[in-house]
């Protein structure tokens, strides 16, 4: 009994597990600051790394292999007296099941992020009581990284992510920086987590799932029954492009999936090619050099 249960805890030494859910790599582009001291903006880079990825953001337990790989770049178009003006991009992936390739998950820029930081401050912040802007954004958005990557394992399973990002933008209402408000612009924060929980885009997260579990990892198995999973899950495009005209969540999904689309089915058949391409055309004919392969291969 007892060698069976030093097994047991040979096994658990060996196989660590965490609580920590991202892989997070933060970076802080400085190159448009001219004259001015470059070491603060690589203590915010260190800083929000070692933040971003201590933070427990939940009570899942992730195997350090299974940690959400994801890209945050900061580019700093001002800075002065410790307040930064920049924009900043968001990137998330996931591995597709029984192949070395990633596939995006979430791709969105934030063109609006700006906020007061003092060389060397401590990032401690209460949830519940956020008086300080940039960790709002770093929060914010890796709850909405949590959100789609569970959506993507599971039908809806990244409600309970989705619902603390909308907690986040429900209480910076009052903050006099922008990116959280409807009347500012359809391309915000607000519109991020206000389009992914509006139940006439529910179907974007029906595919989020159907695209990635049923569709993405099967084609290790069987390429052809994948393929065809990904052209119905694509189908909810049209639904979604029809319910809600120019919606950030479909926009952002084709930021991150066009190519892709476009790799998956230039080795379609015959039918799949035109039928993906008449689709796509539908949704966002603006994109048609990005998809035009599809066609080219027919």
């Known amino acids: 009994m007892r060698k069976g249960l030093l097994v047991l805890f040979c096994l658990i030494i060996l196989v660590p597990l965490s609580a920590q859910e991202l ?42 292999n299974e940690r959400i790989d994801c890209n945050f770049v900061f580019t700093v178009k001002a800075y002065s007296n410790d307040y930064f003006t920049t924009e900043l991009q968001i990137q998330s992936r996931r591995p597709v099941y029984n192949s070395s390739y990633e596939t995006s998950l979430f791709n969105f820029m934030d063109k609006n992020v700006n906020f007061n930081y003092q060389e060397n401050q401590s990032l401690e912040v209460n949830e519940n009581q956020i008086d300080n802007n940039l960790m709002a954004v770093m929060m914010f958005y890796g709850y909405v990284i949590l959100g789609e990557d569970a959506d993507s394992f599971a039908s809806l399973g990244g409600t309970p992510f989705f619902q603390r990002a909308e907690a986040i933008a429900n209480a910076m209402q009052s903050s006099t920086e922008n990116g959280w408000k409807a009347f500012e612009s359809d391309q915000n924060r607000y519109a991020v987590i206000n389009d992914i929980l509006d139940p006439r885009l529910a179907g974007m997260r029906t595919l989020n799932y159907d695209y990635h579990r049923l569709g993405l990892d099967m084609m290790a198995d069987n390429s052809d029954n ?58 966002v004919p603006s994109l048609e050099n990005r998809f035009d392969k599809i066609q080219k291969n027919g």
């Open 23 to 64: 892989n997070c790599r933060v970076q802080v582009n400085s190159s448009l600051i001219q004259g001015t001291n470059k070491q603060i903006f690589t203590t915010l880079e260190k800083s929000l790394n070692d933040w971003m990825n201590a933070r427990i953001w939940s009570n899942r337990v992730f195997a350090p």
């Open 226 to 283: 994948g393929r065809a999973a990904v052209a119905q899950a694509l189908q909810l495009l049209v639904e979604a492009n029809t319910n809600l005209p120019g919606n950030i969540v479909v926009a952002s999904f084709l930021d991150a999936k066009i190519d892709e689309i476009a790799d998956i089915f230039s080795q379609g058949t015959s039918d799949e090619r035109s039928s993906v391409f008449e689709l796509l055309m539908q949704v």
